[in-house]
């Protein structure tokens, strides 16, 4: 994935109310960028890192930059855009990126289903198949002691959610799958956070066991675009 416009880069003062940061440009003017990630964002905003940031045409925005990239002090490149998740995993599909996930001829994203009136990320379908119900989780918590990286980073009742309406896709006979994307380079394995939502965390494993498919890929990041790389391994002990 591309990103549509080219990013600049500053350096963060603050992230604060979730969805607001303050920057300093190169040339010292401080202002104000958008953050769309509702997450802890734990290691990914501390003072003095370097962000990239990226500028919308769009006239109706009250804030017109968007907050996608930082690199840390251990020159790690994290995504904290977890928008791009979904538009990274969709693209790596249509372009038979993700061997598990190839022989599907529709893609539809954000489409209603379930009992608890959800939306699944990326709906798969094939007049030869059964469908695919894919719910994408961007994985940004990493541990430096070990290189694994961790989802949720904060409690997930959303995410917990999701889980039962999955598995109750899959005693329906259908095919449903939870990606997490890892979008944060220094990660090298994964697990579910047990010490921050332990209800999510066990809710995954059950569904693991009760058929539902855990993809976790990690990324090539940069300030030119994010791709699919390769596949890392799971563990829920």
Known sequence: MLFPSQLQSATLIKRYKRFLADIQLNNGEIITIHCANTGAMTGCANEGDTVWFSTSNNSKRKLPNSWELTLTSQNHWICVNTIRANQIVKEAIIKHKIPKLIGYNNIKSEVKYGSENSRIDLLLSDNKRNQCYVEIKSVTLFNPNNQYGYFPDTITTRGQKHLRELIS?????????????????????????????????????????????????KTTISPAGIWIKRPLAITFD
């Open 169 to 217: 896709i899959v005693k329906k006979g259908e095919r449903a799958v939870v990606f997490f994307l890892v979008m944060h380079t220094g990660i090298e394995q994964f697990c579910p956070a047990y010490d921050i939502d332990p209800a999510y965390s066990s809710l995954l494993k059950q569904a693991y066991q009760n058929g539902v498919e855990v993809i976790c890929y």
